[in-house]
């Protein structure tokens, strides 16, 4: 029973920390996106593309968070992007904390949409509000579509979900409908967009609901 | 810091815990799997492959772990193998308490093989000895060669490493022998396996080795 407390007061503090983050990205403006998925589903490929597409029309920054390495950091850098890595040694997710601390290496003037790329890890992560704005779920077609019914927080705690990887449908077994009808079942208000990094589909219908919705936070 | 304690004790009551079980599976000469990964790289549809080319020379059974549903017990069941599910309840991972309980449901007789597949995860299953003899990662092409790197302490963990989904080689952006180096660069001895649940491709080659690792451990 001591463990659920210490478990309760690290989500109170985490939340109160969270809630200071969201002020201050709503004073400036900034529109925060929590990407969350499996590890290769593909967050920092649709980060990739989603530069590609809305690279000099908005100002973008990233927060990276991996258990190990900075290699996702590294691809992000080359597109330009103002990027900032953190390594959790082993944790499973980001909080709160470690993205006030991000902050304070990232030059927000000029930032309109902020990414914060979790750790690879469809569980966890559901239970940490970063101050973010919206929290994008990110399942790619071979994992399978059964996934939303198996790990329903993260997608009852999103208000996104993209579905990725939709070129490799005729190799896999998973069925779209059946897919997108088990999302659905767990949170009726998902917003789904269908994407294939691969080949670029769905990645604009994706970039215009950033733009539009970006305006419309701001 | 009181955190860092807390966990500590979790970690170290869980190794008590395992420790006792290990003993008991090696009194009764049960091979003992835990079977890891990220969710949809293949756990169950391994173990459904492995029942079809073992099923009446060894004595299998399941214990299977999910965050929420019976799906893959399910799946497990329709191929008369002995399951017990455990459901998590938003928990990231079994622990070995978790296999204490089940092996209440579960009778041991005849059984020479026993399949823990933990929930899908590629971070915090690592940390959690559940008194197997063998802890197997299974990661998908799907999933990118880089992943060994990005989650180490799940390669550092295990013994063999299971490569699933190699058909899909052609259509994904994914070296099969940079991801390799990469697993052997975070653990040289990892014993590895390049299969396909799809075509059937590399399974017979894994049972031969299960078949023969069970014997050599009873």
Request: glycine share 6%.
């Amino acid at each position: 029973m001591s463990v659920i407390t210490i478990e309760r007061k690290v989500l109170e503090k985490n939340d109160q920390i969270a809630s200071r983050i969201r002020q201050l990205f709503l004073e400036r403006g900034i529109f925060v996106l929590n990407f969350v998925s499996s590890p290769g589903a593909g967050k920092t490929s649709i980060l990739e593309r989603t530069f590609q597409e809305l690279k000099g029309s908005v100002g973008m920054a990233v927060i990276e968070g991996d258990v190990q390495t900075d290699l996702d950091a590294q691809r992000i850098a080359r597109y330009g992007v103002p990027v900032v890595q953190i390594v959790t040694l082993g944790g499973c997710h980001l909080e709160a904390n470690l993205i006030q601390d991000a902050l304070k290496s990232l030059d927000l003037n000029g930032v309109e949409m902020l990414f914060i790329e979790n750790v690879g890890n469809l569980v966890c992560p559901a239970s940490y509000d970063l101050g973010e704005a919206t929290k994008v779920v990110i399942l790619s077609t071979t994992e399978g579509d059964d996934k939303p019914l198996k790990y329903p927080a993260m997608f009852l705690n999103s208000s996104v979900l993209i579905v990725n990887k939709i070129d490799l449908v005729p190799y896999v077994n998973c069925d779209l409908n059946v897919l997108k009808n088990n999302a659905l079942k767990i949170n009726p208000a998902l917003k789904i967009f269908e994407v294939s990094c691969f080949t670029g589909a769905g990645i604009p219908e994706w970039c215009r609901w950033l733009k539009k919705k970006d305006a419309s936070d701001q």
